[in-house]
């Protein structure tokens, strides 16, 4: 009897019930549209901002899944100088961060050319650019040649959640995998992206980095969904927050006989949360973009530029005028001159509490 997924005959054969995913699919490719054209009313300052900021992100979280922590400073700086982002003064990052950098970005940018085995070979190279995984050596830029399990438990008591495809199959079902990928579909773009996924962890084809690279062909596929290169939103951002269940689906799915439907309901309602943070950010920068064009001729000093910024960002709190005073680094009747100035000025509001405990917010 068949333990796992790939051990039936023509396991890729993949079905769902469409009736089941109707819905969050039709909000998707909504959001997408919505995304889409609110952006190209943006100016192209602000879409590279969102464009390096999100990929960054995508770097972080992506590796931060795999228990591997990228600092965002020096991953931004990659990004930025891959992207022709003036980067000066900027530290240099690490090989590491610039091997993530480097596979996101072929992936994202290049989105249109084939995915083929050495590009492949090229992205698990750049992860691994010593030869190591920690204190493991890893077969870098060629498939497994070992058998793999995802264990969990101590020495000696292992559990064995999975076994992946035998190692003398990986080449082939590779070759189908990529073969599949490349060539036109029936199946919708933003589906084929999350099965791509699916299939790619199932085989498991690398000694390490499989996650991260998943990730990165599903970033890949859906630019090619989307037919941009413009990166607004953060999939490995949303499935890190999922994280939990994300594992819990595929362990469900590699144990079935091919009804992927949980999978894809699990993956498109991911998809929908960050398209869903995604438009949350692009009204805030919209009702920031507003709010400087009316005050554009309002006089206003550096130190009240910089507060407002940082409100307009969404500050959490509550604004104090010690609060405003740490901020602006100037003394706190400095910081009660400013703020007063403010409200004279309707831009700020003083919240009814009154006495020491005054709080501000935007009128």
């Known amino acids: 009897m068949a333990r796992y997924l790939y051990q039936h005959k023509n396991w890729t054969d993949f079905h769902w019930d469409e009736t089941a995913i109707q819905t ?4 998707v490719r909504h959001l997408q549209g ?7 009313t943006m100016g192209f300052e602000t879409r ?3 464009k390096l900021s999100n990929l960054s992100l995508d770097a972080v979280k992506s590796a931060e899944i795999e228990g591997e922590w990228l600092d965002m400073g020096l991953v931004r700086s990659s990004v930025a100088r891959r992207l022709g982002i003036p980067t000066a003064g900027w530290k240099a990052a690490e090989r590491t961060v610039e091997g993530m950098a480097d596979m996101l970005m072929d992936a994202t940018q290049r989105y249109r050319d084939p995915l083929t085995e050495q590009r492949l070979f090229g992205w698990h190279a750049a992860l691994f650019p010593t030869g190591y995984s920690g204190l493991h050596r890893v077969e870098v830029a060629r498939y497994r ?3 793999m399990q995802i264990v969990s438990g101590p020495m000696g008591r292992e559990r064995v959640h999975y076994e992946a495809v035998p190692a003398e199959r990986v080449k082939s079902e590779m070759d189908d995998f990529l073969d599949w990928c490349n060539r036109p ?8 992206a999350g099965l791509a996924h699916l299939r790619f962890i199932i085989i498991h084809p690398f000694d390490d980095g499989n996650g991260r690279m998943a990730r990165a062909i599903t970033d890949m596929l859906l630019s090619r969904a989307e037919d941009s290169r413009d990166r607004f939103y953060s999939m490995s951002s949303q499935m890190m927050k999922e994280r939990n269940r994300y594992y819990e689906v595929l362990r469900q799915v590699q144990h079935s006989t091919g009804d992927v439907t949980e999978w894809l309901e699990w993956y498109l309602h991911c998809l929908r949360n960050a398209l869903q943070a ?27 530029r910089l507060v407002l910024n940082k409100l307009l960002d969404g500050f959490e709190g509550k604004l ?11 003394s706190q009747d400095t910081a009660l001159r400013d703020i007063q100035d403010l ?12 006495g020491r405990s005054t709080n501000y917010a935007l009128a």
Do not use: Y
């Open 24 to 27: 969050v699919f039709g909000d």
């Open 34 to 40: 919505r995304i889409s054209g609110f952006m190209q």
């Open 48 to 50: 590279e901002e969102l």
């Open 145 to 147: 040649s070992g058998e």
């Open 185 to 192: 579909s029936p199946i919708d773009s933003v589906l084929k």
């Open 278 to 304: 995604a438009e949350d950010t692009c009204h805030s920068i919209g009702r920031k973009a507003d709010f400087w064009r009316r005050h554009e001729q309002t006089v206003l000093n550096e130190r009240q």
């Open 320 to 330: 104090k005028t010690s609060i405003w005073a740490r901020m602006a680094k100037c």
């Open 343 to 354: 409200i004279d000025k309707g831009i700020l509001s003083r919240e009814t509490s009154g």
